[in-house]
């Protein structure tokens, strides 16, 4: 099994950017579609944002404008550009495939402070 593990998160201010990375252990290529989910605390786990081998994408509204996703299955690793940071996408990010399959790998804290 592919093992995910996302970095780049981190401490910025509201209205700043991150750039979070997955990198794989293997091929992501057979992972479709791939997302990003996060999940703040008291709060449920949510897909983010997905992409699938072909280039189609999904954002949850809340983040629709401000976050880009994209993938590099060469490289095998998928990314989400985050701008214009605010305070409630202060989480625990992971990237997993579309539904999760098995266990979750290493995520990333982000945190963004007013």
């Known amino acids: 099994q592919v093992q995910l593990v996302a970095s780049g998160g981190g401490l910025v201010q509201v209205g700043g950017s991150l750039r979070l990375s997955c990198a794989a252990s293997?091929?992501?290529?057979?992972?479709?579609?791939m997302g990003w989910y996060r999940q703040a605390p008291g709060k449920e786990r949510e897909l983010v944002a997905a992409?699938?081998?072909?280039?189609?994408?999904y954002y949850v509204d809340s983040v629709k404008g401000r976050f880009t996703i994209s993938r590099d299955n060469a490289k095998n690793t998928l990314y989400l550009q985050m701008n214009s940071l605010k305070s409630e996408d202060t989480a625990m990010y992971h990237c997993?495939?579309?539904?999760?399959?098995?266990?979750w790998g290493q995520g990333t804290q982000v945190t963004v402070s007013s």
């Open positions: 293997g091929s992501i290529f057979s992972i479709d579609p």
């Open positions: 992409i699938s081998n072909g280039g189609s994408t």
């Open positions: 997993a495939a579309v539904p999760v399959q098995g266990a």
